[in-house]
């Protein structure tokens, strides 16, 4: 059974370790990846400060996700699922976990920045295509937004 717990700061190493080696699934070059792996993706302090939780399998942690609560629009900074649990249901586990914690924080909708091969993920979601985002890797991916369930049955 996979349970969703806020992650603690001395996860840090192991959801910095979990997102490298999810991004690393789609192929991307290992000098772009080597350079991101120098960022700090996830620090203590991040976990601390911002709604961040991590699924478990009750050995170790498979995946996280980071929402930074802000209103009217929750931002869903990271969402990552260890390559070995790809396409068993956590993304989509987790995706609804953190709709919950933006629905609890008075959020209308999330918004986030794809990465190209995860884009069809976040559409089966619910999401949104609104716009493009660049980003240091020198291309654009895309920008897409959720709107809340809470938010739909307001304006209908
Ligand atoms: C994207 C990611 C979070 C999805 O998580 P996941 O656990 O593999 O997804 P799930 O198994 O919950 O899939 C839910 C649904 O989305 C679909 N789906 C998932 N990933 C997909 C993809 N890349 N393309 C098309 N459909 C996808 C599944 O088929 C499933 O469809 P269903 O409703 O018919 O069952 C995960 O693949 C991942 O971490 N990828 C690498 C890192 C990454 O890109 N993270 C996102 C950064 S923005």
Redesign the pocket.
Known sequence: MIEILRAQPEDADALKKIAIA??G??GYDEPLMAQWAQTPIITPEAIAADCVYKGCDGVSIIAWHRLLTSVPTAILDD???LPT????????RLFQHAIAQAQLAGALAIE?D??P??A??YA?MGCQMIGESWTEWGRTIPRMRYTLPANIARRA
């Open positions: 999810a991004k699934h789609w969402l990552w699922v649990w790809i396409g068993h249901g956590i993304g989509r986030l794809a990465d091969n995860a069809p993920f089966r």
